[in-house]
C-alpha cells in the first residue's frame, strides 16, 4: 500500500545537525512532491518546506533558510531532511507527507513521525 | 504570508452532537488550496478536506468543507466518538504553506 516510513528518533546536541529519512512506497515517486512538517510538543504544525521528487526544486519556508536541505535518492525513493545547527527549540516531532496533484497538492500521506530531541 | 485564525480553540460537545469550526485567513485564499486535517494523540494528521470541499477518499459523509475568499468552514454533522481530536486548516496555494493554530473538539 502507499506508505512512506521514516527514520526512527535522534537525541541530539545543540549546534550539531540532524538528517530525517522519508522512504516512499506503493507509487511512483517522481509523480509527487514531498513536504516536512514539524510539531513541537503540545504545539501545531510547522511547515518547513517542500520539494519535488521529480527534479529536486526546492522551496523552503524562510524560517529554515540556510538551515535546511532537502534531498532524494529516487533509486531508493527516501527523501531526506537535514536540519543545521540545532537549537533545543528545534525539539519536535518531524513528518514528511506526500503532496497529492489528486487533492490538488493538499498532504495525503504522512510519515508516522521522527522525534528529534535537542538536549545538552 | 498567509495567517489562518481557528476559533475557538476548543469546542466541547457530547457524541451525536454537530460541530462547526471555523477558520479565518489574513488574506484571500484560493478555494482550490485549502485543506482540513484531523489528528488524534500520537498520530500524524490525516487529511479530511481538501479544495475547501471535497472529502477525500475512506472520510465519511459527516464531514463537510465550506466556504471562500477568507473564511472556512468544517462541520461534522454528528460527531462519533472517534471524531474527538485536534482540527488544523491549512492553505497550500501560496508559500509558505501555513496551518491554523488548531481547534481540539473534546467530549462534553
Known amino acids: 500500500q502507499v506508505q512512506l516510513v521514516q527514520s526512527g528518533a535522534e537525541v541530539k546536541k545543540p549546534g550539531a545537525s540532524v538528517k530525517v529519512s522519508c522512504k516512499a512506497s506503493g507509487y511512483t515517486v517522481t509523480s509527487y512532491g514531498i513536504s516536512w512538517v514539524r510539531q513541537a510538543p503540545g504545539q501545531g504544525l510547522e511547515w518547513m518546506g517542500w520539494m519535488s521528487v521529480h527534479n529536486g526544486n526546492t522551496n523552503y519556508a524562510q524560517k529554515f533558510q540556510g538551515r535546511v536541505t532537502m534531498t532524494t535518492d529516487t533509486s531508493t525513493s527516501t527523501t531526506y531532511m537535514e536540519l543545521r545547527s540545532l537549537r533545543s527549540d528545534d525539539t519536535a516531532v518531524y513528518y514528511c507527507?506526500?503532496?497529492?496533484?489528486?487533492?490538488?497538492?493538499?498532504?495525503?500521506?504522512w510519515g508516522q513521525g521522527t522525534t528529534v530531541t535537542v538536549s545538552s | 504570508e498567509i495567517v489562518l485564525t481557528q476559533s475557538p480553540g476548543t469546542l466541547s460537545l457530547s457524541p451525536g452532537e454537530r460541530a462547526t469550526l471555523s477558520c479565518r485567513a489574513s488574506?484571500?485564499?484560493?478555494?482550490?488550496?485549502l485543506a482540513w486535517y484531523q489528528q488524534t494523540p500520537g498520530q500524524a494528521p490525516r487529511l479530511l478536506i481538501y479544495?475547501?470541499?471535497s472529502r477525500a477518499t475512506g472520510i465519511p459523509d459527516r464531514f463537510s468543507g465550506g466556504g471562500s475568499g477568507t473564511d472556512f468552514t468544517l462541520t461534522i454533522s454528528r460527531l462519533e466518538p472517534e471524531d474527538f481530536a485536534v482540527y488544523y486548516c491549512?492553505?497550500?496555494?501560496?508559500?509558505?504553506?501555513?496551518f491554523g493554530q488548531g481547534t481540539k473538539v473534546e467530549i462534553k
Open positions: 488574506q484571500s485564499v484560493s478555494s482550490s488550496y
Open positions: 479544495g475547501a470541499s
Open positions: 491549512q492553505q497550500y496555494g501560496r508559500s509558505p504553506r501555513t
Open positions: 507527507a506526500r503532496e497529492s496533484k489528486d487533492y490538488y497538492y493538499a498532504m495525503d500521506v
